[in-house]
Every structure is written in C-alpha cells, then in structure tokens.
C-alpha cells in the first residue's frame, strides 16, 4: 500500500528540513568556474566529519548494543530508499569479501527491491507495509538489528522498517540527518547527523550521503572489532576469492608474524588460506587442526586464542 498523503502537506513538511532548505547564496553557482564549484563542494563536503563527531555517543551506545546481540548470533538489517537504502545494501555487501560473513548476517533492503538500486521505483519509499513485507520473511528475533536509514528522517519504508522489528523485541537504530526527526524517535537508538542545507537544494546523496556513510562504516567496521573480525587493524578474516585478496592475505600474516614468504606459504596451505589460523599457526606453533580448535573455543577472537596456546 502506497501513502496517499496530500501533495500540500508534503511540500510543508520538506519545506522544514534543514536537508531541504534553499541557500540563495549559492543560487550563482552554475556561473562559476569549475574550480571554483569543486573548492565549494570541497569545503561542504569538510564539514561532514564534524557534524559525526557530535553523535559519536550515540553511536557507540548503538554499536555496543548491536556488536552483544551479533555475538549471540543476530543478523544486521539496514533497510532504506533511494541514496539512503543504496547505501545501505552497499555495506552490507562489503562484509562478506572484508569480515568473511555469511551473506545472512549483515543485510541490506532497499525500497522497490533490487531494481530500485539502478532505477528509481516509484512509490516504494511511501510505504510502511513494503517494509514490514520485506521484513517479514526474515523471522526477526530479539538477537537482530534493524537499522532504517533516511536523510529526511521521514521516509514511511524507513519509518515501517523499524517499527516492525521493535515489536519483536529486535534492536532498532534510526539514522537521520535532520533533528527531532520520526525516525530516531521511532527507534532504540536515534542517531541524527546534522548536515545543514545541500549545495544543491534537497539534493541528500551529497552531504547527508556522505555522513550515512560514514556512520555506516563504523556500525559495521566497529561491530566486527568487537567481534574479533581483526588483529590490531588486520583484516584477519577478510575472504580470499581472487588473486588481490589472496596477495592481501599473504602480507596480513607476513605484517601479524613477521615470517618470510615459504614459512607464510606452508601456513596458509595448512589452514585452507585462512589467515586468521595461519597467524595462529606460526605465533603460536601449533597445527592446522589445533589452531582451528582454539579459534573455535575463543569464538574466532586471536587474541585470546593467542593466549590460551600459550597457557
């Protein structure tokens, strides 16, 4: 079902969001010269991180919240429309190269479904039951996380998305770039990024793209941190499924051990390329078959099955 909202009403409410307003200064921008336009959007675009860095406790509240429920298992959900949804399905489909996750675990909807990511669905972010049956299928538990992403903070999918998963006892997080927006008020944790106006009037793929991004980037980055998906800043779990990985891999257990190019060559062959147990091999002496146990006993965390092959 589509809203049917009046086209008035609609035009009132964008008509307050700082993500909507028109900035008459910038109304000679296509005068200008090019370089002149880049140092514009440049020195935007500079402001983003900081107006990120206002919201990093709510972000690490919201972090922490999600990295305990992925521990026992729980899956991330971002669910959003057009830029907002785009973004998300594009986080969700870097964990599995980067943090070798299960394609199951880390999730992105977007509104009007995967066509939506190349063209517009016209309609599809209007509608709260879209989401809740793209939702549907995925048997949402208290373990889950869903994540409804929208620069506005008014997106009805976005809107729906969490107010289907709170419910059934699931974490919800909204990510807006607007303040007291319905979103971060309809969710768990509210996260509000406050951008300001667009260079281009209501043109959110800009600014408020890039602080989703952003904030993007530490849920998933930070969450697999706490999961063990690294050793310092080595992507210790990253998938080798081409030859650029496979070369990434070999230099990650060369930077872990320090050892030479036979010694990481048998370790990786004795562990099936994975690098994390490779490491685990040459640190700690021990076999393939031994340092898949002790991963497995320390729930994939090296560190501490560092420490107990030392014990």
């Given at each position: 079902?589509?809203?049917?909202?009046?086209?008035?009403?609609?035009?009132?409410?964008?008509?307050?969001?700082?993500?909507?307003?028109?900035?008459?200064?910038?109304?000679?921008?296509?005068?200008?010269?090019?370089?002149?336009?880049?140092?514009?959007?440049?020195?935007?675009?500079?402001?983003?991180?900081?107006?990120?860095?206002?919201?990093?406790?709510?972000?690490?509240?919201?972090?922490?919240?999600?990295?305990?429920?992925?521990?026992?298992?729980?899956?991330?959900?971002?669910?959003?429309?057009?830029?907002?949804g785009r973004l998300g399905v594009l986080d969700a489909s870097e964990c599995p190269p980067t943090f070798n996750t299960d394609p199951v675990q880390v999730v992105g909807?977007?509104?009007?479904?995967?066509?939506?990511?190349?063209?517009?669905?016209?309609?599809?972010?209007?509608?709260?039951?879209?989401?809740?049956?793209?939702?549907?299928?995925?048997?949402?538990?208290?373990?889950?996380?869903?994540?409804?992403?929208?620069?506005?903070?008014?997106?009805?999918?976005?809107?729906?998305?969490?107010?289907?998963?709170?419910?059934?006892?699931?974490?919800?997080?909204?990510?807006?770039?607007?303040?007291?927006?319905?979103?971060?008020?309809?969710?768990?944790?509210?996260?509000?990024?406050?951008?300001?106006?667009?260079?281009?009037?209501?043109?959110?793929?800009?600014?408020a793209g890039t602080a989703q991004k952003l904030v993007l980037n530490m849920l998933s980055t930070i969450t697999m941190i706490r999961l063990g998906k690294t050793y310092?800043?080595?992507?210790?779990?990253?998938?080798?499924?081409?030859?650029?990985?496979?070369?990434?891999?070999?230099?990650?257990?060369?930077?872990?051990?320090?050892?030479?190019?036979?010694?990481?060559?048998?370790?990786?062959?004795?562990?099936?390329?994975?690098?994390?147990?490779?490491?685990?091999?040459?640190?700690?002496?021990?076999?393939?078959?031994?340092?898949?146990?002790?991963?497995?006993?320390?729930?994939?965390?090296?560190?501490?099955?560092?420490?107990?092959?030392?014990?």
């Amino acid at each position: 079902m589509t809203s049917t909202s009046d086209p008035r009403d609609v035009r009132a409410e964008l008509e307050s969001l700082t993500t909507e307003a028109f900035r008459p200064e910038l109304a000679g921008i296509d005068r200008l010269p090019t370089l002149d336009i880049a140092r514009l959007m440049n020195g935007e675009d500079g402001t983003v991180a900081g107006a990120v860095a206002a919201r990093l406790p709510q972000i690490a509240g919201a972090i922490d919240a999600l990295a305990e429920r992925m521990a026992r298992g729980g899956r991330l959900v971002y669910a959003g429309a057009g830029t907002a949804g785009r973004l998300g399905v594009l986080d969700a489909s870097e964990c599995p190269p980067t943090f070798n996750t299960d394609p199951v675990q880390v999730v992105g909807l977007i509104a009007g479904g995967p066509q939506a990511m190349v063209t517009s669905v016209e309609g599809a972010e209007d509608s709260r039951e879209l989401a809740h049956a793209d939702l549907e299928p995925l048997g949402l538990t208290p373990d889950d996380t869903v994540v409804g992403i929208s620069a506005s903070g008014r997106t009805p999918y976005a809107i729906g998305a969490v107010e289907y998963a709170r419910p059934r006892g699931s974490l919800t997080i909204g990510l807006a770039c607007n303040p007291g927006s319905p979103l971060a008020a309809a969710a768990e944790h509210g996260i509000e990024i406050v951008v300001g106006p667009e260079l281009l009037t209501g043109s959110t793929r800009l600014k408020a793209g890039t602080a989703q991004k952003l904030v993007l980037n530490m849920l998933s980055t930070i969450t697999m941190i706490r999961l063990g998906k690294t050793y310092g800043n080595l992507m210790v779990d990253v998938r080798a499924s081409n030859d650029k990985l496979r070369a990434r891999s070999h230099r990650i257990v060369a930077l872990a051990t320090g050892a030479g190019d036979e010694e990481i060559e048998r370790a990786l062959a004795a562990t099936d390329g994975e690098v994390k147990n490779a490491i685990l091999t040459i640190l700690a002496g021990v076999d393939g078959p031994t340092a898949a146990r002790l991963l497995a006993e320390s729930d994939g965390h090296l560190r501490a099955a560092l420490a107990a092959a030392t014990d």
